[in-house]
């Protein structure tokens, strides 16, 4: 079975019977296989969230994203965060050393969220479609933020026409 699938069997079917004996069992078991963890890190956290069981998971995912700040942003699971989880994060991280990878993968999410509101192409995006992507993060950033990620973006396409 693999981590993923497992990870998502045990959240969603068997919280109401998960004992200690077998929660260490699952997380010794998990935790052999850090990257895998990693990449999956949303569902993890959403785990470790639910289940005081898991407080190895818990420790784990606190040292990760101590020592990654960014770690979620390159977990394969990213587009699946929940909002309210995804503001907390970017809370947190709003002043890091990278902000086109963190916004270019916001727009992955909002993207995901958007229940086909918004073309995969931000190219072809219109106002209104702006509008819908910043919705979610308007408490977040700032206006200096946007103009700072507008001003990479169009310095970039200016550079790849010459």
């Known amino acids: 079975m693999s981590t993923n699938r497992l990870l998502n069997t045990l959240y969603n079917e068997y919280n109401d019977i998960l004992d200690t004996d077998l929660c260490n069992y699952i997380e010794d078991e998990l935790l ?44 394969d699971d990213f587009t699946t965060i929940k909002q309210d989880m995804l503001l907390d994060v970017l809370k947190k991280t709003k002043d890091s ?20 509101r918004l073309p995969t192409d931000i190219k072809k995006w219109t106002n209104n479609e702006i509008l819908i992507f910043k919705e979610p993060l308007k408490n977040i950033f700032d206006v200096d933020f946007y103009i700072q990620i507008i001003e990479y973006y169009s310095f970039n396409a200016s550079q790849k026409r010459t």
């Open 32 to 75: 052999d296989n850090k990257g895998s963890l990693k990449k999956n890190f949303v569902l993890i956290q959403n785990i470790a969230d639910q289940f005081i069981q898991f407080g190895k998971l818990v420790r784990f995912c606190k040292l990760a994203i101590r020592n990654d700040p960014l770690l979620i942003f390159k977990a």
């Open 97 to 116: 050393e990278r902000p086109i990878k963190v916004w270019d993968r916001l727009m992955e999410w909002s993207i995901a969220q958007s229940d086909d």
